[in-house]
């Protein structure tokens, strides 16, 4: 399913009527500038998300871009879970309306990982935060190892018994 609508997504990306920019990309030797569509600006965390010119997502700062890679945890989208699961979602599907794109491309955000490694992070912050996320994949068991692995070393009580308590659910 994901495949299909990232090949849906190419295709859209394709379209001449789309305002590219170009930013330098992170971690690239010798700078590369790399092109990328702004979706949305995120007033917590300040932060732009947007896409890459090969379909995936990104986050832009004033001086460059890093690109979304599952291979890596992804610490720089962090910042996205100091919104509400609700609000993000209702930005970037603004944002890719006004884009003119696709509103289903908001399933390819890698809202998964992104709590994932915040829960991973040790950080008694960001597990806080994703655990306020949790709640808005309760139908899926994708937490379910980094749930049990704070109810035993979270940081504070209150966050091991918040795991405790959504671990039930």
């Known amino acids: 399913m994901k ?10 990306l394709g379209r001449p009527d789309l305002t590219w920019k170009i930013k330098t990309l992170h971690g690239s030797e010798g700078g590369e ?6 979706i949305v600006d995120l007033p917590f965390g300040k932060i732009s998300l947007g896409l890459s010119c090969t379909g995936q997502w990104a986050r832009a700062t004033d001086s460059y871009i ?3 890679d599952e291979r890596e945890p992804c610490v720089f989208f962090l910042p996205v879970l100091e919104g509400s699961p609700e609000v993000v979602c209702c930005l970037i599907v603004d944002g890719l309306k006004i884009c003119g794109l696709s509103e289903t491309f908001v399933g390819l955000f890698p809202f998964e990982d992104i ?7 040790q950080s008694e912050y960001w597990i806080g935060l994703a655990l ?4 808005f994949f309760l139908s899926s068991n994708i937490f379910n190892a980094e749930l049990r692995s704070i109810i035993d070393t979270g940081p504070a009580q209150s966050i091991r ?4 308590s959504l671990l039930k659910r």
């Not at 495949?3 to 859209?12: A, I, S, V, Y």
């Not at 709590?115 to 992070?121: E, G, I, M, N, R």
């Not at 018994?161 to 405790?164: S, T, V």
């Open 66 to 68: 890093k690109i979304f």
């Open 115 to 121: 709590v994932a490694t915040a829960l991973k992070s």
């Open 132 to 135: 306020k996320w949790v709640s």
């Open 33 to 38: 500038d790399y092109r990328w569509l702004p």
């Open 3 to 12: 495949t299909e609508l990232q090949e849906q997504l190419l295709g859209e």
């Open 161 to 164: 018994h918040k795991a405790k």
